[in-house]
């Protein structure tokens, strides 16, 4: 039986930290394992950390605008001027070729902002808005992840099981051809039940191994999944369990308050109200204090002036009043307003959308266990009728053709139940991903 009372979200964390292997050939590869190994190799997941990691940097009062801002300057220009100068006294005029002159100045410059509207402060809930948009973002791609690994495990399952029926159906065949082999010895039995039993043999073979076929491919399916060699040997050794105590209410309460799509769509809904925020603070008057030093020395070969020097400090208060700009900012807060609507009219498409295919899927979970109960008993009975039919040819009081419709009967039965039990564990998969309740 497999344990699915482990959150996902615990294997995500844990698989952060575990090292990624894959088990040995003769060992048996286990669900949460396969959920492990995917979450930490998976290169969409990677992603997503990184967008995380991203918006984590971002989110910061500096980022935002809300810090000084500190910056320095420095120039050292040498130049070489043509000098004439003419004073009212003729003795003191002087004229020059190629004066060299150098002008030095550096400063520091701080600028702090005091009030711009509050759009600084926005932006700081803006950017922890998006953070924890992302992270949602990072869940929802981690929650598919994990949902394709689970289905195409429990697939593997269930063609593997397919793949057993097809097996018994062999070995009963095999003893069906042995029976008229001794019959025939002794002058009991024809050769058209030889040649039938052999065919029947054949085509049960050739069955089985395009059935084979299925089950590596799931396989090699599943290894791509967990960003593995689709090469690797690996081991699938568990059954179908269908957990039959999923109520409706919980999943659909879950859905609106848990489901990480859900989530991710009332942030952006938060973001848009924050961006408004931002556009309406625009058409406040932005107040800056600044602050620095300077310094200016200038040099000359030749002129009434050789040196000049200027330094020290300086303070000042900057204030920027919008006063009318063709109504751009106006029009900016108009688009910003519907881009609200537009977020809150997607989350309620999107929780319609999970709501329906919940339903949806409920609907073919509860008719699925129905199902469930007619298909085991169905599975049972066509075991003993063909033991039963079996235990007759041997007597010679049942025909090939009721041993060959005994053995399709006992196929098709192992079929609907293997069917039933995974189209019924699909339909537990897909409700607990829609209430963000999956475990591996």
Do not use: C, H
């Amino acid at each position: 039986m497999i344990n699915t009372s482990l959150k996902w979200g615990v294997l995500f964390v844990a698989a952060a930290f575990a090292p990624v292997m894959l088990p040995a050939q003769t060992s048996a590869l286990t669900l949460p394992a396969a959920v492990q190994i995917a979450l930490k190799n998976n290169f969409g997941i990677q992603i997503a950390k990184n967008n995380v990691t991203i918006a984590d940097i971002s989110n910061d009062y500096g980022y935002a605008g809300g810090l000084p801002t500190v910056s320095a300057t420095a120039t050292d220009q040498e130049q070489a001027t043509s000098l004439k100068q003419e004073y009212s006294n003729p003795a003191n005029n002087r004229s020059s070729n190629n004066a060299f002159s150098n002008n030095l100045s550096a400063s520091l410059n701080a600028s702090m902002p005091l009030y711009n509207g509050g759009r600084i402060a926005t932006v700081k809930k803006r950017l922890g808005a998006v953070e924890t948009q992302t992270r949602q973002q990072l869940s929802s791609r981690a929650l598919v992840l994990v949902n394709n690994v689970m289905l195409k495990y429990y697939d593997i399952i269930r063609q593997q099981s397919y793949a057993r029926t097809l097996q018994r159906s062999i070995d009963a065949t095999q003893q069906r051809l042995d029976i008229v082999k001794a019959q025939q010895n002794v002058g009991v039995a024809n050769n058209a039940d030889l040649f039938q039993s052999q065919v029947d043999l054949n085509t049960a073979s050739q069955n089985l191994q395009a059935q084979q076929l299925v089950v590596d491919q799931g396989k090699t399916d599943l290894l791509t999944l967990l960003t593995l060699n689709p090469d690797s040997a690996i081991a699938v050794e568990d059954t179908i369990v269908v957990d039959s105590t999923i109520q409706l209410a919980a999943i659909l309460d879950a859905v609106q308050t848990a489901n990480p799509d859900v989530l991710a769509a009332d942030e952006q809904i938060t973001i848009n109200k924050y961006i408004e925020k931002e556009t309406g603070a625009l058409r406040y008057p932005s107040l800056y204090v600044n602050a620095g030093y300077n310094y200016s020395r200038t040099r000359n070969s030749q002129g009434f002036s050789l040196l000049n020097l200027n330094y020290g400090p300086y303070a000042s208060v900057s204030l920027n009043v919008p006063i009318f700009n063709g109504g751009i900012y106006k029009r900016q807060g108009q688009i910003a307003g519907m881009n609200v609507k537009n977020a809150q009219l997607t989350k309620d498409t999107l929780v319609l959308n999970y709501t329906s295919n919940a339903v949806k899927n409920w609907q073919a979970y509860k008719n699925n266990l129905k199902q469930l109960q007619t298909a085991k008993a169905n599975y049972e009975l066509s075991q003993k009728l063909l033991n039963l039919v079996q235990q007759r040819f041997k007597l010679r009081q049942a025909t090939v053709v009721d041993v060959k419709n005994a053995e399709q009967s006992f196929e098709n039965a192992g079929y609907i139940l293997i069917n039933v039990s995974f189209a019924a564990k699909s339909a537990e998969v897909q409700l607990r991903r829609y209430a963000n309740q999956l475990g591996g």
